[in-house]
């Protein structure tokens, strides 16, 4: 039989809007690692996405159309498709 917790959902805690900006500048843009998790990070939140969405990311998934938006391809999403 199936666990009890099976089916439920968790509250997820939405952090408020005007904190994003000043958690997007808290990683040194100095360092690699500070680009990385700057860049990371701005993904996340403007693009809205799961850890495992964000993780499964490739550097050709950036891609620009000819107007300049920049736009992700998303694999391994939680509907299976990219």
Do not use: W
């Not at 900006?21 to 998790?37: A, C, I, N, Q, T």
């Not at 850890?51 to 694999?75: C, F, I, K, P, Q």
């Amino acid at each position: 039989p199936p666990r009890a917790e099976y089916g439920r959902t968790r509250r997820t805690e939405m952090i408020d809007f005007s904190v994003v900006p000043e958690l997007l500048l808290l990683p040194d843009p100095g360092s690699p690692k500070g680009l990385r998790d700057r860049a990371l990070l701005a993904v996340l939140f403007g693009g809205g996405l799961r850890r495992s969405e964000a993780a499964a990311l490739r550097v050709g998934d950036v891609r620009r159309t000819r107007a300049g938006t920049m736009y992700l391809t998303l694999r391994a999403t939680k509907g299976k498709r990219d």
